[in-house]
């Protein structure tokens, strides 16, 4: 593992918060003078909401050290890996990250040094990222306990566009439509499918309207499922609905509790 | 809370092995014989799929004893109330119940002596139940830790469509929708809001046969919310997404964890 003398981090709730705690003694003072707080820093991380991070990541590349790596833990990344690149082709400093931690906690106090451990962090560096840059951000996320891989941004999106962007959607619009009265029987089952629909709905809106076009082919996908269900109940065809719940299990056992 | 000196359990699944487990002492052989398992029962449960039930109970109340008191635990009642009311007006010893516990476990090896502990159970007798017979009911499902409430078998099927039906479903059509390449990138979200689809397809669909009007309506109020979730990303409508996503947080938050 590299040798981090100082690590900055930029946006302190529940992930930059994380990381906090599981660096502690490394990462011991606060500042909120952007030059201050990165000058010396070999690592800085923007953990910030995602409509901030570019701009966060211009400005503090002004300040940061030469051999500056710079990273962030968004949950898009194509709006921010190409408005990165484009505004400046020449600093390769930026690799971009997306732990896959948090879900429908938010906020510093939801804090956790394990938060990443036995997670997946997502990397997606470009064409032009340095090998070097790639290997210290993966071991970087990996001293916190997380599986580091690699993929595109485009990949990156249209991946977390089905696995939780369309998921926290259909589970705030399954939460909305219960009728308030009927809430005192919701048991275990309503409570899980609904959990991440506590979400911040100002950080998932910026989410959403960053990665719009792919959560719009996911939610595609999961809309011609609907109809068939749909169709299903109506029509009394039993034998499709069983399908549909087959299906609908097999690829849930897949996962594991 | 009442001596039973004798419950027999007809369906020894998830639910009917609970209550073994939570009685034990109490409920000590077990018979394939229904004369013998019922004759001197004053508790019989029937907790066998759901479309087993009215022919279970019905057959059961011919070795039952006269003041015997029946119930059952299936996840509709208007199919079942209305079966037994109508089939045999002059029997009174049947009063439907419905524990809102299991999910997405199945199977006496999930069972749990603690699955009814702060769980509610819904209780529809009908016009014509004696009192006496929904106390002791009442008293039986709080001994195993259960928190009663009494609704008609109708009230009953609107309510858990829309908490417990509905839900499966969305479920089912989240998780069989999910490219099977983007499973390995499933974090706790997705986990979690596909978790009850996990459950057993031939137990479920029997569940959406035999409520399958009131589920309609429940996803016609979901399929409106999809809409508009649809609409809102297609026209880039960002403040309407706000309001669906605040909704469907403020629903959320009203249960708690």
Redesign the interface.
Same mark, same amino acid.
């Given at each position: 593992m590299p040798d981090w003398n100082q690590i900055a981090i930029c946006g302190v709730g529940l992930i930059g918060g994380s990381i906090g705690m599981a660096q502690l003694g490394a990462i011991d003072c606060g500042t909120t003078d952007p030059e201050t707080g990165v000058a010396m820093a070999e690592l800085i991380v923007v953990a910030t909401p995602v409509e901030l991070i570019v701009d966060r990541v211009r400005e503090l590349r002004r300040f940061a050290r030469a051999d500056a790596l710079i990273t962030d833990a968004g949950s898009t990344k194509r709006a921010i890996v190409d408005g990165l690149d484009a505004a400046d082709s020449d600093d390769r400093r930026f690799v971009g990250s997306h732990p896959?931690?948090g879900?429908?906690r938010s906020g510093v106090e939801a804090s956790d040094g394990d938060l990443f451990v036995g997670?997946?962090t997502?990397l997606t560096p470009t064409e032009r990222t340095p090998p070097a840059a790639l290997d210290r951000l993966c071991q970087f996320w990996q001293s916190l306990g997380s599986i580091t891989c690699e993929m595109s941004a485009a990949e990156h999106d249209a991946?977390?566009a089905?696995?939780?962007h369309?998921?926290?959607? $259909? +589970? *705030?619009?399954?939460?909305?439509?219960?009728?308030?009265d009927?809430?005192?029987? /919701?048991?275990?089952?309503?409570?899980?499918?609904?959990? $991440? +629909? *506590?979400?911040?709905?100002?950080l998932?809106?910026e989410i959403?309207?960053q990665n /719009?076009d792919e959560?719009?082919r996911a939610?595609d996908?999961?809309?011609?499922?609907?109809e068939?269900?749909?169709r299903s109940?109506?029509e009394?065809d039993?034998n499709r609905?069983?399908e549909?719940?087959?299906?609908?299990?097999?690829?849930?056992?897949?996962?594991g509790?």
């Open positions: 896959l931690a879900g429908h997670r997946r997502i991946v977390v089905g696995v939780s369309v998921p926290h959607l $259909i +589970a *705030a619009v399954l939460a909305g439509t219960t009728p308030a009927c809430l005192t029987w /919701a048991a275990s089952g309503w409570a899980d499918s609904t959990r $991440i +629909a *506590a979400g911040d709905p100002d998932w809106r959403v309207r /719009a959560i719009d939610l996908r999961f809309g011609d499922g609907f068939t269900l749909r109940i109506r009394r039993w609905l069983t549909l719940l087959i299906e609908g299990k097999r690829r849930r056992d897949a996962l509790s």
